[in-house]
């Protein structure tokens, strides 16, 4: 079953405007990934936050995780026509031994 | 570019072809993976790789038989195949093969299945 879920399914903002996208899960988790993937191109790896984390940055993202909730969230600020992409989020299911994704949010920064 | 090549990049076959996927990671890593993404659906995990020995196969039809000759090297190996396998195939490598590690993937070969 699908272990991470992201929210919202879309998401269509102005350049500059942050964005905010939210990813839930169902097990306990080691740690929490979020990648980006271009129309029709792989996966690129965006930021790793472990399971004893709560926040993290890299650049103009921010990632949180509530551990309590089974939640984690990604910011992009000051949002650019180029993070125009699918994001998800994954984590390393029940036992730790795979990524398991969920269906992503389609992200749409207008110029 | 992210250090994980795959060939072809774009592959129309016909259910009674016979036709491979290839991917090559320059990387120094010991695990490979093989996901397909279709359409509105979430990425599925297809094959894992450790140390060049299958370690995971998640209920994958017979039609698809992967092969890992070293560890650098993964290949997809495709045969009667039908219209629903059409699809995004990617490839991923990483540092063990576990849900610790971050992947580095592939571009993806985009399967047409006539």
């Known amino acids: 079953s699908q272990q991470g879920e992201e929210d919202p399914q879309a998401l269509s903002i102005q350049e500059g405007e942050n964005a905010t996208m939210n990813c839930s899960y169902k097990?306990?988790?080691?740690?929490l990934q979020w990648y980006r993937q271009n129309s029709g191109r792989g996966l690129v790896h965006l930021i790793l936050i472990r399971s004893n984390e709560r926040e993290k940055h890299s650049g103009r993202l921010r990632v949180t995780l509530d551990t309590s909730k089974k939640s984690s969230s990604l910011l992009i600020t000051a949002s650019r026509a180029a993070d125009t992409a699918s994001y998800f989020c994954?984590?390393?299911?029940?036992?730790?031994?795979?990524?398991?994704f969920g269906a992503g949010t389609i992200l749409r920064v207008k110029s | 570019e992210t250090g994980v090549t795959q060939t072809p990049r774009h592959l129309v076959m016909g259910m009674t072809n016979k036709k491979s996927l290839k991917c090559e990671q320059h990387?120094?890593?010991?695990?490979m993976y093989w996901y397909k993404q279709s359409a509105k659906k979430p990425l599925e995990l297809m094959f894992v790789?450790?140390?060049?020995?299958?370690?995971e196969n998640n209920s994958v039809p017979s039609r698809f038989s992967p092969e890992c000759p070293n560890s650098s090297h993964l290949f997809l190996h495709l045969h009667t195949l039908q219209p629903e396998d059409s699809a995004l195939y990617l490839c991923a490598s990483s540092q063990g093969a576990s849900g610790y590690n971050e992947q580095f993937f592939g571009p993806g070969t985009r399967l047409t299945v006539l």
């Open positions: 994954a984590t390393d299911g029940r036992y730790g031994n795979k990524l398991v």
């Open positions: 990387l120094g890593h010991n695990a």
């Open positions: 097990t306990s988790i080691n740690n």
């Open positions: 790789y450790s140390l060049e020995e299958r370690v």
